[in-house]
């Protein structure tokens, strides 16, 4: 009888060997005894694990008192500048190249010149109400002057506003170069009943050559800084006579 017994055991026992599961058991045990081993070591109560923790609070230690005004702004300069790249680039990106693309976006190769003027009455009427609230219209002065080699004329042309007062004064406006905003155009030389020409210089209202132009993002600083950069063709549809363009502000009693 048990030398049956014996027997079986030694089948079921090869069976375990053959199938791997002596191996199993084997990996399942000294894996756990390892993972207790190191736990025992690691453990904060272990004098490793004391050694250990002692020596992470020691290279964490700072002494505030050799932290200067210096190294605390460079922290928070770079935490800011961290937070408003986060910010521009998660929130505003979007809109910001939206903006690009209008900027940059090709500029028409003819516009005339009474459209320049709807955008300039547009922009005072509807974001700057009070510097013209008193008045019906803009003013519109041409200027127009021969170059000396006769080849091209030069026109000037101011626009301002107030109709014909100048800022914070009752004076009359009597050239362009009084404007808040004066335009330059070489003129084309081809015999034509209609004017055409080129924007080449734009000054503001402290008389600074194209100062008007960095910040263009709309309106007619925005389709100036277009034209005047692909050189379009301005058509001067009305002439060159001022009595012939709308300068009336919309919705005035006049």
């Not at 199938?19 to 005894?33: F, M, R």
């Not at 290279?59 to 928070?76: A, C, G, M, W």
């Not at 000037?156 to 170069?177: A, C, T």
């Not at 050559?209 to 007619?220: E, L």
Request: charged share 30%; with cysteine.
């Amino acid at each position: 009888m048990s030398a049956d017994i014996n027997e079986i055991v030694q089948a079921k026992l090869a069976e375990l060997v053959d199938s791997g599961k002596v191996e199993e058991i084997i990996e399942a045990k000294l894996t756990k005894t390892i993972d207790d081993a190191m736990g025992d070591v690691f453990n904060s109560w272990s004098d490793f694990g004391k050694e250990l923790k002692k020596n992470v609070i020691d290279d964490l230690n700072v002494n505030l008192n050799e932290i200067n005004f210096s190294e605390y702004s460079r922290v928070v300069l770079n935490m800011t500048e961290g937070i408003l790249n986060s910010h521009v680039t998660e929130m505003a990106g979007e809109k910001l190249q939206k903006q690009l693309n209008d900027l940059f976006q090709e500029p028409p190769a003819s516009i005339n010149f009474s459209e320049i003027i709807k955008a300039y009455i547009e922009d005072n009427h509807s974001d700057d109400p009070c510097s013209c609230d008193e008045a019906e219209h803009i003013c519109l002065i041409f200027e127009q002057r021969d170059s000396a080699s006769l080849v091209k004329d030069f026109l000037y042309v101011g626009l301002h506003p107030n109709g014909q007062r100048k800022h914070f004064s009752n004076e009359k406006i009597k050239s362009y170069y009084e404007c808040n905003l004066a335009l330059g155009f070489r003129l084309d030389s081809e015999e034509s009943d209609c004017k055409t020409g080129r924007l080449w210089r734009v000054m503001d209202r402290e008389h600074n050559d194209n100062a008007f132009m960095p910040t263009c993002m709309r309106g007619t600083s925005r389709l100036l800084y277009q034209l005047y950069c692909a050189g379009s063709k301005i058509v001067f549809d009305k002439g060159l006579d001022t009595d012939d363009y709308d300068l009336y502000y919309p919705g005035r009693d006049y």
